[in-house]
């Protein structure tokens, strides 16, 4: 019994909890307005919840710029300024094709918005909006993101 237990653990169970988390990098995008700083959230384009732009590691691009790329292509986001140390982390499960889950940890890098573009590489397959901080943080499902947004 003390054998199978053991391979159990070794071969399930352990695995299980000790998998490694993939990384990805988001951009937190923020803008002044008239109402106060402003979030900007899209929507994915699997399920249409809402979301901040983010994406998996890049050969030769650290973080930072990994978080602004995305920006750029799912959001259509021009940068004023990229700050290069993260103001935070999230963990989600990603859903993968075949109904499986595969934890990831986010590295968040904020992006102060310049201005957005009319026509960018995923115009057209998400929806984007600007919100308040306490709104944008109603909308998102992941805890920890929530938690960020409600800090700003």
Same mark, same amino acid.
Not at 17 to 33: E, K
Not at 74 to 91: C, Q
């Given at each position: 019994?003390?054998?199978w237990?053991r391979?159990?653990?070794?071969? @399930?169970?352990?695995?299980?909890?000790?998998?490694?988390?993939?990384v990805?990098?988001?951009?937190?995008? @923020?803008?002044?307005?008239?109402?106060? =700083?402003? /979030?900007?959230?899209?929507?994915?384009?699997?399920?249409?919840?809402?979301?901040?732009?983010?994406?998996?590691? &890049?050969?030769?691009?650290?973080g930072?710029?990994?978080?602004?790329? =995305?920006?750029?292509?799912?959001?259509?986001?021009?940068?004023?300024?990229?700050?290069?140390?993260? @103001?935070g982390?999230?963990?989600?499960?990603? &859903?993968?094709?075949?109904?499986s889950?595969?934890? /990831?940890?986010?590295?968040?890098f904020?992006?102060?918005?310049?201005?957005?573009?009319?026509?960018?590489?995923?115009?057209?397959?998400r929806?984007?909006?600007?919100?308040?901080?306490k709104?944008?943080?109603k909308? @998102?499902?992941?805890?920890?993101?929530?938690?960020?947004?409600?800090? &700003?």
């Amino acid at each position: 019994m003390r054998k199978w237990l053991r391979n159990v653990w070794e071969e @399930v169970a352990r695995p299980l909890f000790l998998r490694p988390q993939r990384v990805q990098f988001a951009a937190l995008c @923020v803008r002044n307005s008239e109402r106060g =700083e402003e /979030v900007l959230l899209i929507t994915s384009r699997d399920t249409g919840r809402w979301i901040i732009p983010k994406g998996w590691p &890049m050969d030769n691009t650290d973080g930072a710029e990994t978080a602004r790329l =995305e920006a750029w292509e799912e959001a259509g986001v021009h940068a004023d300024h990229l700050n290069r140390k993260p @103001v935070g982390f999230f963990t989600y499960d990603k &859903m993968l094709d075949d109904g499986s889950a595969m934890p /990831v940890r986010t590295s968040v890098f904020r992006i102060d918005v310049k201005e957005l573009a009319d026509t960018y590489p995923e115009v057209g397959q998400r929806e984007r909006h600007w919100f308040l901080p306490k709104d944008a943080a109603k909308q @998102v499902r992941e805890p920890e993101l929530r938690d960020l947004l409600l800090q &700003m």
